[in-house]
C-alpha cells in the first residue's frame, strides 16, 4: 500500500488560512489523493479528492505537486469547527475503494 | 444525504460472548467496510465486502467473522469477545468498484469488553 507521510500536528488562527501538507512520493499513475477529516468522537468525513489537477469544493482546495509526490489541502478561513485530525490518504483503485488511514494531523484551530 | 447508520453507540459485553453490531447504508453503495480505531494506531480494516454475500479480509481479520445477506447491510461478528477488542468500530460504504469515490462513514460504536 502507497505510504503518506503527515506532520503529527499543526496550529492555526481562527479566520486564517490552514495549509496541510502531505507526501506520497510513491504514489502510482492511477491512484488518487483523498482527504479525509475526523472530528473527536465521530466517524471520518470524506473532504475532497484529486488525481493530477487541483481540486476546489465547498471545504477545501486540494493542490497536488506536478510530479505528484506531495499536496496540501487548504482551508481558507479555518474556524474552531475545523479542529480536527486530517487524514491524507492514496487510493488503490484495483482494491474497490479501500482506503488506507495513516496517523494523520491534529489541526487545532484557536480563537 | 448519504446515511451510514450503526446500530449502537455504546456497547458493554462480557469476554467470551458473541457479539454483532450492525451497519445499514441507505444509498445502494455495492462497497462496505469494517474499521477498527485505536489511540496510536489509527483506523484499521477489518474486512470488507463489495457485493452480497462477498467478502474480503482486510489488516486485521483474526477474530472476526462478517456477514452481508442484502445490500444494505454489514454486520461484523465478534465469535468470542476479548478485551483486546475492546475499540472504536467505523463502518463504511462507497459507491462503485474503483477507488476513485468517497467512502461515507457512521458515527462509530464504542465496544467495551469486560
Known amino acids: 500500500d502507497a505510504k503518506t507521510t503527515q506532520p503529527p500536528s499543526m496550529d492555526c488562527a481562527e479566520g486564517r488560512a490552514a495549509n496541510l501538507p502531505c507526501n506520497h512520493s510513491?504514489?502510482?499513475?492511477?491512484?488518487?489523493v483523498y482527504w479525509y477529516r475526523q472530528i473527536h468522537s465521530q466517524g471520518p468525513q470524506y473532504i475532497i479528492h484529486?488525481?493530477?489537477n487541483n481540486e476546489t469544493n465547498e471545504m477545501a482546495s486540494l493542490i497536488i505537486t506536478e510530479d505528484r509526490k506531495s499536496s496540501t489541502l487548504i482551508l481558507p478561513h479555518a474556524t474552531l469547527r475545523d479542529t480536527a485530525v486530517y487524514y491524507c490518504?492514496?487510493?488503490?483503485?484495483?482494491?474497490?475503494?479501500?482506503?488506507?488511514f495513516g496517523r494523520g494531523t491534529q489541526l487545532t484551530v484557536w480563537p | 444525504d448519504v446515511k451510514v447508520t450503526q446500530s449502537s453507540r455504546y456497547l458493554v459485553k462480557r469476554t467470551g460472548e458473541k457479539v454483532f453490531l450492525e451497519c445499514v447504508q441507505d444509498?445502494?453503495?455495492?462497497?462496505m467496510f469494517w474499521y477498527r480505531q485505536d489511540p496510536g494506531l489509527g483506523l484499521r480494516l477489518i474486512y470488507f465486502?463489495?457485493?452480497?454475500?462477498?467478502?474480503e479480509k482486510g489488516d486485521i481479520p483474526e477474530g472476526y467473522s462478517v456477514s452481508r445477506e442484502k445490500k444494505e447491510r454489514f454486520s461484523l461478528i465478534l465469535e468470542s469477545a476479548s478485551t483486546n477488542q475492546t475499540s472504536m468500530y467505523l463502518c463504511?460504504?462507497?459507491?462503485?468498484?474503483?477507488?476513485?469515490?468517497?467512502?461515507?462513514f457512521g458515527q462509530g460504536t464504542r465496544l467495551t469488553v469486560v
Open positions: 463504511a460504504s462507497s459507491p462503485g468498484l474503483t477507488g476513485t469515490t468517497e467512502a461515507f
Open positions: 510513491t504514489i502510482s499513475g492511477n491512484e488518487y
Open positions: 484529486g488525481l493530477k
Open positions: 490518504i492514496v487510493s488503490r483503485g484495483s482494491t474497490l475503494g479501500r482506503l488506507y
Open positions: 444509498m445502494d453503495h455495492e462497497n
Open positions: 465486502s463489495y457485493d452480497v454475500k462477498m467478502k
